[in-house]
Each structure stands twice: as C-alpha cells, then as structure tokens.
C-alpha cells in the first residue's frame, strides 16, 4: 500500500477524544444540538427512575437540578460519548510492516530451493523477478541432487537404486516445500494489506467525522457532510502474488496455492456518507462506517483463512510426497557386511 | 564387470563425497531452512495480534498452522537425508574394512582433514547442521 501511515494505540486514543470533544463542544454551542441532548437527557432520566436500560451506559442521574440543565448536560454528554475513543482503539494493531520480516523470510527459503521467482498480479505477470539472495551456507537442491547422480553412475543393486530414487525426488518434495512457502509469503502479503486498510479507514473515518462535526461548529452552517473513502474490500486485490517461475517450476500436482485459490479479486472502494444537521446524525454516520469497516476486515480475512485452510488440507493429502522418507532399502543395510552388500538387493560397485 | 582395486577405491571415494560432503550440505540447507521459518514467530505479534481487542486475529491460528507444517518439512527433510548420509559411510566403511588397498587409498585422498577434488559448485556445509526446531 502506497502512503500507508501507521497510526499507534497512542494516536487513535488521541483521535477518539478529538471527537468526543469535539462532539460534546458542538453540542453545547449550537442550538439544536442542544436541544436534541435535553431530550435525550432527559429520556435517560425517565429510564432510569422507571427501571429501563438507559442511552448512555452507566448513566446515574444528577443529584441537583434539572437533568437538562447546563452543568447537567455536559456532564451527561460526557457519560454518553465517553465512549468514543473505544471504537477507535479497537482497531489498534502493531505497525504490520513489522511482519515483513516473516516474508523475507519465506522468500528466502523459497528462492534456497527453486531460485527462479516471478511476481504475478491478476493473471498477468510483470517483468521483474523478485530479487531475494538465498539462505547463508545452503546449496541448491537441484544442483547437490545431480552431482549426488553423478558420484553414484558406477553403483548398483536395489539400495543403490532406491537412493538414488530417493535422491532424485527429493527436488520433487522440495517443490512442494517451495509452493507453501510462497502460499505463506502470498498469505502474509494480504495479511499486512488488509491490516493497513483497516487502519488506513479507520483514521479516514475519524478524520471525516471531526470535519463534520466541525463544519457543524461554522459561523453560519446548518448541516455538514462529508464522505470517507473505505479501501477495505479493495485489500486483498491490492496484492502481486509471487510465484515461480514457470520454465523452472517442477509440476507440484494436488496442492493448492493460496494465490490461484484467491484467483483475480476485484478492487472495490467503497463511500460511507457522514453527515447531518445535529450531531448525533454525525456520530451515527461514523458508528455506520466503522460497522461497515468491521465487516469488511472479518469478510476479507475469513477469505484469506478459508484459502489457507484448503492449502492446509490439500498438504496434508500429499504429506507424503512433501516429505520423503530415507529409503528403507537404504537404510536397512545399516551395519550391513560386504556379503549383504553385494546381494542383488544391496549396493556395489560395478 | 567388477571394478579394478584402484576403480573400487575411487568409487569408494564418490561414495564417501555423497556421504560426507553432499548430503550433508543438504541437511544444513534444510536444517537451516527450518530454523529460519522457526524464527518467523517473532513477527506474528506484528502480523497477527490486536492491541486494541488483545488476542490474535482469525488469519493467525490457519497461517500458522501451514507454517509449523512447512518448518516440520524442513526439519524432517534434513532428519532424513542426514540418515541416508549415515548410512553411505557406513557402506564405504564395510567396504574398506575388507579391503586393505582401497582403504589405504580412501586414508590417502581423505587423511588429515582433506577432501579430494570436488565438481563445480560441490561445496561441504559450512558445519554442523543446526539443531532442528520442530512444532
């Protein structure tokens, strides 16, 4: 995500209590406003003398005067809008760029056994490979396993074989190994997407809504509107899949990538309208975009979830092709003699 | 048709390559694969946790699911090429302990920490294999 701007813990507390005091000023200076809070005061009274849930959580009426009267009022505004920097703090989460780390890493072991990587992006590829070094001190698969074939050209019977079956699909099991590698990376990848969206819109929500109720708060203004722009759904299409390249790729048959079940997501943006001619239309338009913001997070993470699980399922099936065995025919020459060696069944020189 | 004693003695040697040298460096790159992906939990806070709400989010438990599977792969892969390693010296061992002159020949080009020629590329781990980190 281009721009992305992190907000803290710190920062969308501070935003919330930008707003409920923001709310709570305008409340108090303008005049329907006002006169909205007197009835929904005293509402609350009633409530509460009558046994009823009331408005504004916790609400204890006032111990002198009228519920509706200026003190009262702004201590009630208080109760009711205290609140607000809670729906903002929801959604704090550490900065997702900490987890690029996890990606670097999975590349990495990626390119350790296949080194040719491709970026892909809604079906189309783009020309730049992705430029990651392998793993310090590791060989390649592909290359070890054909110098392994090499040495062994004079050796025969059936351990010699197997090993060497054994050996040869070990660049297969590394392929899988490969794929679900990438799977994690690509996962990952719209992990930190969505997670910077939902941070993004949530502060676009909290600043649209300050900007309303100021434009409230204007000389002469009578109702404001304004609209915030949500990139929620548009998270998950924001992302250029990784994947290798297909001249170099061995054919990993039955597992699933995460990146083709994703397949080509479109990108939706989408407006929440927050506005009106009092606050509480204002407080309830934000209350709708943050509705809707939570919403889209759980669709666009249950999508991701859903894939992983079938990218878990289907390894699970091929658990067995993922993970060689060392070669039974192999290994059941362990302190053999050179008589047992050179049976049929064992290992010799020709 | 069976191998002269100085053919059996080279052949011996490409044996003890694969097992000393080859396969090895393979359990390292998959030993050390695995501790790298070993090492990714550090950053699920930062992929996967909510400060606001506390916990963890609902990616993280199928992500890390198919990452402790991939770490395992790797792990297990080096667990099983280090075996067959084991086992082709013990071949090229049985060998020469039957075999005085492709023994002498074995001690000659492997004698004092040395290794006879690689191919290209061919290159011995640059130590132990890291310990495997399973979940």
């Known amino acids: 995500m281009a721009g992305f701007a992190y907000h803290s813990m710190g920062d969308l507390q501070r935003l919330g209590e930008k707003i409920r005091d923001k709310a709570i000023h305008v409340t108090m200076t303008q005049d329907d406003s006002y006169g909205q809070a007197q009835q929904q005061a005293n509402n609350d009274a009633t409530r509460y003398h009558t046994g009823q849930q009331t408005q504004a959580p916790g609400y204890v009426p006032p111990s002198s005067g009228r519920p509706d009267d200026n003190g009262n009022l702004e201590a009630y505004l208080h109760q009711a809008y205290a609140g607000i920097p809670r729906l903002f703090t929801q959604f704090a989460i550490p900065n997702p760029d900490g987890a690029r780390l996890s990606l670097d890493a999975l590349y990495q072991a990626a390119v350790t056994v296949a080194p040719s990587l491709e970026i892909k992006k809604d079906g189309n590829e783009l020309t730049t490979p992705l430029q990651v070094g392998d793993v310090a001190g590791t060989v390649p698969v592909k290359q070890t396993v054909d110098t392994i074939v090499t040495h062994m050209k004079r050796w025969e019977g059936g351990a010699a074989d197997g090993f060497e079956l054994y050996v040869k699909g070990l660049e297969t099991s590394a392929a899988y190994q490969r794929e679900i590698a990438l799977s994690l990376a690509n996962a990952l990848e719209v992990q930190i997407s969505i997670r910077k969206a939902m941070l993004t819109d949530i502060w676009e929500i909290g600043d649209k809504t300050y900007k309303a109720l100021d434009d409230l708060d204007g000389w002469c203004s009578n109702s404001a509107k304004v609209q915030a722009k949500l990139t929620i759904l548009g998270a998950i299409a924001a992302v250029a899949f990784v994947a290798t390249d297909g001249a170099a790729a061995v054919a990993v048959e039955g597992l699933q990538s995460f990146a083709a079940i994703m397949g080509a997501v479109p990108a939706l943006t989408t407006q929440e309208t927050i506005g009106g001619a009092t606050v509480p239309p204002i407080l309830e338009g934000m209350a709708n975009a943050i509705t809707k913001l939570n919403q889209g997070v759980d669709s666009q993470q249950q999508e991701v979830a859903q894939a992983l699980q079938k990218v878990n399922q289907s390894l699970d099936r091929l658990w067995g092709q993922a993970l060689l065995p060392a070669p039974a025919n192999l290994t059941k020459l362990r302190g053999a003699g050179r008589g047992q060696l050179e049976q049929p069944d064992g290992f010799y020189a020709t | 048709m069976a191998p002269s004693e100085w053919q059996f003695a080279a052949e011996l040697s490409e044996l003890r390559i694969i097992g000393k040298v080859d396969l090895p460096a393979m359990a390292y790159t998959f030993a050390a694969l695995n501790n790298s992906i070993n090492a990714t939990a550090a950053n699920d806070n930062a992929a996967f946790a909510l400060e606001g709400r506390g916990g963890y989010d609902q990616v993280c438990r199928d992500w890390s699911a198919l990452r402790n599977s991939l770490q395992n792969l790797f792990g297990g892969t080096s667990t ?44 011995p781990p640059p130590g132990p294999a890291p310990a495997i980190v399973t979940k």
Do not use: F
């Open chain 2, 80 to 123: 099983n090429v280090q075996t067959a390693a084991d086992v082709m010296l013990q071949i090229v061992d049985a060998y020469a302990s039957t075999d005085e002159a492709a023994k002498q020949s074995l001690e000659s080009a492997w004698g004092n920490g040395k290794t006879p020629a690689l191919q290209q590329g061919e290159t």
